[in-house]
């Protein structure tokens, strides 16, 4: 969808979703869909590491226990609070208000 | 597990001292510092008691230390630190102690008393001297006249008879707030007279006893008559004057002045002497009274302790009961048998059963001291109560960092935290008095974990000192909204504020991976996103909070062999919450999975479903989130309801079924139970239920107190109630969560925006904006610690610590049970 946009900028601003402008001749970085499952399988992982690997290799010792509880603790308390944060944002219902000046440049400077 | 889990076990343990052995069997477990003794003559009063002699001893010569540090204070010096360990000494040597710190008391009070009376009698000398020597120049002129001056009238004053015209002279010295007084009466009363002439001295002179200068006025009084002067001497004995004899000559005064000054000279020197032979004896003492004071302050507190043992003559020996943690059993016994095979006698020490509730002992070294002290700031665990504090380490920093989430202050505070630890043996922070900083200083280990996971928070609120960062790109395309909307320039112009369409393609790329997505702070609306999304945050934790508690409540019932309980009270608690508000965090949960975009227009709202879910009712507007989502929720409701009357009803029953065949067996054997229960420490809040949690081993159903029926109703039915409307209130209580973290994110926006973003604009010059953001920069700094850092930190403590004492451990901890505070003389090394 080509839109002719007088004024601001070059006339080149219709954007593909994937890869760069090549017709700019320039390198810009892509909006890129952010996945949900890489983010998730990642993040799970790591946790997963700390709070059911971790305890494995604690070394013995009085305060064994206690060091176990705390990488458990840990990585739960994390873990959840990463997830909500993610699922929070995974649908929204409705999206940023901005300002004109914001779009004017956001428009340019993020894409 | 850990030994921070439950307390340690904690026995009974009864030693049998050999009085040769007992002093040094006491002094040495002193040192240990493993037993807490009981005391076994309670009903004795103070002074009956045996070794009452020996512990007013100590107290009199503790006594005379506390003179001896007075004198020391009032020479300003500073009693140095006793070094290296001082055992309580043997009871011979307190004598040769005692006798030591007599003579220095004696000599003491003796040079004392000798520099006081040198010194007045220098003051009188140097007074007398300074009358002597000040001018009262015209009267003395005036003396000399043949009276042919104005006095003249003043002879043939209607006095009577003629007295002898002789002039005579008293002079002396007056502290000045009294001279106006003294002059008035003197005027008043020996009116014409006399002359008198006030005169103050040049330099104060010291003060005798206080040391302070004092300001005096000398007075020289001419008069004639005998009765005059008689009056004169009485009032200015009444005004305690200083009189010294004043000559007429000049000469002889000049005579009298050059004695003075020989006298003061020479007494001076005596002085001297003195205070030297003062600063030996203060030698003296700074050697003898550091030590001293702690080999008595351990002696009077080994005695105190065998005070409270009983005597067995037959044996000829002491009894005493302590408690012991059983790991120590072995040391214990290994400390007796040394210090007692010396005197050639041997002590032992023996487990005994016991009735009553063990003190409880929990093990911390420096890291965990700090957690544990704030659960134990709430109360002491029961003995072998599940103990919260291991959870806390990690639960309570994390609560605290989502009400305190940025990056900036999180970081400043761990860096904080971490120069503490660092610098943590270092002797001069060690010893540093002021309160506010050894309450910081010992909780360091709390500040840094609370500062970690502030930064892990910060990060996922996408916060640092309030701004955002994109370490990702956003998942929010302006462009293509622009694009797709057909947003011109002239568009853009007349619209201030444009909202982007996330069901408009290209808009929305995305989860942001970590944290809220940058654009929300740029968003005029960023307010609706975050309060939707903190609120449920703040439910979803609290609801995960408390089913942990209720699933810790599972330990306590296990171990006490209460395994009825685990049916009849944690599964109802459990159905309840999870069942009430674990749904609401499913319906959270699923609305963010399934509810997209497309149909936000229409979306359903959470808080109708759950109200409806309650009310029984429907409302139309609002579409289901799922199919037969009312039939699930009615399932839910009752049953959740059901759960009420097994919650209240269940343990009773079960407990009075349980007791009824044993109550009926046995009525006569109720009587010596009921004595037996009065052992029993007045703690226990039922009957019932403290010999429940007693039988921690298990112990047989016929040494079971008294079951009262209506008690044991009463207590069930205050759980039920507490446990159900608890539920809602405390799942509410965890929206402070959402309520702090908005305000500091608000005050973080507000001081940036106020103060260094107007700084940041300031001056399109280079140097105007470098010199105008240096002071703008410091009150920056200057604002967010002492706003955000230390008032918000403060209040994100005191919130999260309240989440933890009342929401948390309410569904579990009763915090009843009392410290083992082990007999020990740490105290006194410190």
């Known amino acids: 969808m080509l839109s002719a946009l007088p004024g601001r900028g070059p006339a080149h601003l219709q954007r593909p979703l994937l890869g760069p402008a090549s017709h700019l001749g320039i390198l810009r970085p892509a909006m890129t869909a952010h996945s949900f499952a890489l983010p998730v399988i990642i993040f799970t992982t790591f946790w997963g590491l700390i709070g059911i690997a971790g305890p494995w290799f604690v070394p013995k010792g009085p305060n064994r226990g206690v060091i176990i509880t705390m990488l458990v603790a840990t990585a739960v308390c994390c873990y959840l609070f990463w997830l909500i944060a993610i699922l929070a944002q995974l649908n929204p219902l409705f999206g940023p208000q901005l300002k004109n000046e914001t779009i004017w440049y956001v428009r340019f400077l993020w894409e | ?830």
Request: proline share 6%; net charge negative; glycine share 6%.
């Open chain 2, 1 to 830: 597990m850990g030994s921070m889990f439950r307390s340690e076990e904690v026995a009974l343990v009864q030693l049998f001292l050999p009085t040769a052995a007992a002093y040094t069997c006491v002094s040495r477990l002193g040192e240990l510092g493993l037993v807490e003794f009981r005391d076994l003559n309670a009903s004795v009063s103070a002074f009956q008691r045996r070794f009452v002699v020996d512990v007013r001893r100590c107290e009199e010569l503790e006594k005379t230390f506390t003179f001896l540090q007075e004198e020391v204070r009032r020479a300003g010096l500073v009693l140095p630190p006793p070094e290296g360990r001082l055992p309580a000494p043997p009871p011979r040597d307190l004598l040769r102690i005692q006798e030591e710190t007599e003579r220095l008391a004696q000599e003491l009070r003796d040079v004392r008393g000798n520099q006081q009376a040198l010194r007045a009698q220098l003051h009188q000398l140097q007074l007398h001297a300074a009358v002597l020597g000040q001018g009262h120049g015209p009267q003395l002129a005036a003396a000399h006249t043949d009276g042919t001056s104005e006095r003249m009238p003043l002879l043939q004053a209607p006095g009577g008879p003629h007295q002898d015209l002789r002039v005579n002279f008293v002079a002396g010295a007056v502290e000045p707030h009294k001279a106006p007084a003294l002059e008035r009466l003197l005027w008043r009363a020996c009116r014409g007279f006399l002359i008198a002439s006030f005169r103050e001295l040049e330099q104060p002179l010291e003060h005798p006893v206080t040391g302070e200068p004092a300001m005096w006025m000398t007075f020289l009084i001419s008069y004639w008559g005998e009765q005059i002067g008689q009056k004169i001497r009485k009032i200015t004995d009444c005004f305690h004057c200083h009189v010294f004899p004043f000559l007429e000559q000049e000469e002889a005064r000049r005579g009298a002045l050059r004695q003075l000054q020989q006298q003061s000279q020479e007494l001076q020197e005596v002085l001297g002497e003195t205070e030297r032979f003062l600063s030996q004896v203060l030698g003296r003492v700074l050697q003898l009274l550091p030590p001293g004071q702690v080999q008595v302050h351990k002696m009077k507190a080994v005695y105190l302790a065998l005070n409270q043992c009983s005597v067995s003559t037959t044996h000829k020996c002491l009894i005493a009961e302590a408690w012991c943690s059983v790991r120590d059993l072995p040391a214990l016994q290994e400390a007796l048998r040394d210090s007692s095979t010396e005197e050639g006698v041997s002590a032992v020490a023996h487990r005994i059963p016991c009735r009553d509730m063990p003190p409880t002992l929990i093990r911390t070294n420096r890291f965990t001291a700090s957690f544990q002290g704030i659960v134990d700031a709430y109360g002491v665990g029961r003995y072998q109560e599940v103990n919260p504090a291991p959870y806390t380490i990690i639960t309570f920093p994390f609560l605290f960092a989502v009400m305190f989430g940025d990056v900036g202050h999180g970081l400043l505070m761990f860096l904080f935290a971490l120069a503490m630890v660092l610098a943590e043996n270092r002797p001069a922070v060690k010893a540093a008095q002021n309160e506010i900083w050894q309450t910081f200083f010992r909780g360091r280990y709390l500040l840094l974990l609370m500062g970690l996971f502030s930064i892990y928070t910060g990060f996922i609120y996408n916060e640092c000192f309030s701004r955002a960062t994109s370490i990702f790109p956003s998942g929010w395309s302006v462009a293509a909204m622009a694009n797709e909307s057909g947003w011109s320039d002239a568009f853009l112009a007349q619209h201030a504020m444009l909202t982007l369409d996330p069901n408009v393609t290209g808009v929305f790329l995305g989860p942001y991976p970590f944290g809220i997505d940058p654009v929300w702070s740029l968003a005029a609306n960023h307010l609706s996103f975050l309060n939707s999304f903190k609120m449920k945050m703040s439910v979803i934790l609290g609801v995960v909070h408390m089913a942990f508690g209720v699933v810790l409540g599972i330990f306590n019932h296990v171990h006490f062999g209460q395994r009825h309980r685990l049916l009849l009270e944690t599964l109802p608690e459990l159905t309840f919450l999870l069942g009430l508000f674990g749904y609401l965090v499913f319906l959270v949960i699923y609305k963010w999975l399934c509810v997209s975009a497309a149909s936000a227009a229409s979306a359903p709202s959470i808080l109708i479903h759950f109200i409806n879910m309650f009310l029984f009712s429907h409302s139309p507007t609002n579409r289901p989130l799922y199919p037969r989502q009312e039939v699930v929720q009615a399932t839910l409701v009752v049953l959740a309801l059901a759960m009420v009357p097994i919650l209240l009803l269940g343990t009773p029953l079960h407990l009075l079924r349980r007791h009824r065949p044993h109550l009926r067996r046995r009525p006569a054997g109720r009587q010596e139970e009921d004595k037996a229960g009065l052992l029993d420490l007045p703690d226990a809040s039922v009957n019932g239920w403290s010999s429940d949690e007693e039988k921690a081993g298990g112990l047989d159903d016929e040494e079971e107190a008294e079951l009262v029926p209506s008690e044991v109703l009463m207590h069930q039915a205050i759980h039920t109630i507490e446990f159900c409307l608890g539920c809602v209130s405390n799942t509410a209580s965890y929206l402070r969560l959402w309520a702090l973290s908005l305000a500091h994110a608000q005050l973080s926006e507000v001081l940036w925006a106020m103060v260094m973003s107007i700084g940041l604009g300031l001056g399109r010059e280079v140097g105007v904006a470098a010199v105008v953001l240096v002071p703008i920069f410091a009150a920056f700094a200057v604002m967010t610690v002492a706003i955000l850092l230390v008032m918000e930190g403060l209040s994100a403590f005191l919130h999260a610590l309240r989440l933890h004492w009342v929401e948390f451990q309410n569904k579990f901890y009763s915090g009843t049970g009392y410290k083992l505070s082990p007999f020990t003389f740490t105290a006194t090394d410190d």
